[in-house]
């Protein structure tokens, strides 16, 4: 059996949200849109995950503001999985989320023979913490830190793509998605939650660094997040 109870010969894929919950997050029901296009792909993310019962998929999710903390702190496997809403104020300190990040991925407690985890980090601006570039330099110092499938969704214009990019990793092919409307948010969740799940079980994600994945929905052309204005 894997080691946290999977099938005989299921390898855990752990799938972790990183969630900005900063202020700026309430402006635009942008927190709300977070919460229901999470829970709307919960049915579909189960559905991914039983066509491959080789891997065994887990979720937990970190939000960020002034602090950071484990809105679900322990791997749940999808099937037991539910989401409860998150709410927004505070700063966006995105540092102490990866700190968090870095903990859980050192081995222990990350099982050895795991797939490659998923990070998807969400947010609408940029860190206000100072040890950010510190705190990505140590998660990606980690093996399963380098080698974990990361992506990166920017809700409206004020999101930061330098730094979305360096969460993926400054030379790598894929780039930071961008959400400008609840319609785009709920795609690109629905995609991270499908698609990526898909590939990060393949055997040529489960390698090592993958490359870019497969096209995701393309951005809406009405940014009603940010200054209303038509792209």
Known sequence: MSQIGGPMGARP?????????????????????????????????????????????????????TDARWHVADPTPIDA??????????????GAALAMLAAVLTVPPMPERALPPVLVLVSDGRPTDREFEDRLADLLALPWGRHAVRIAIGIGRDADQEVLQSFIGPGSATRPLQANSPEDLAGLIRWATTVVLKEASQPAVASGDSGPLATPPPPGDLLIWGDDVTR
């Open 13 to 65: 894929l752990h799938f972790i949200w990183v969630l900005d919950c900063s202020s700026s997050m309430r402006v635009g029901g942008k927190i709300q849109a977070l919460n229901a296009a999470i829970a709307e792909a919960l049915p579909i993310m189960r559905a991914e995950a039983d066509k491959n019962p080789q891997a065994e998929v887990v979720v937990r999710a970190i939000t960020f503001a």
């Open 81 to 94: 999985f539910t989401w409860n809403d998150v709410a927004a104020g505070g700063d966006t300190n995105l």
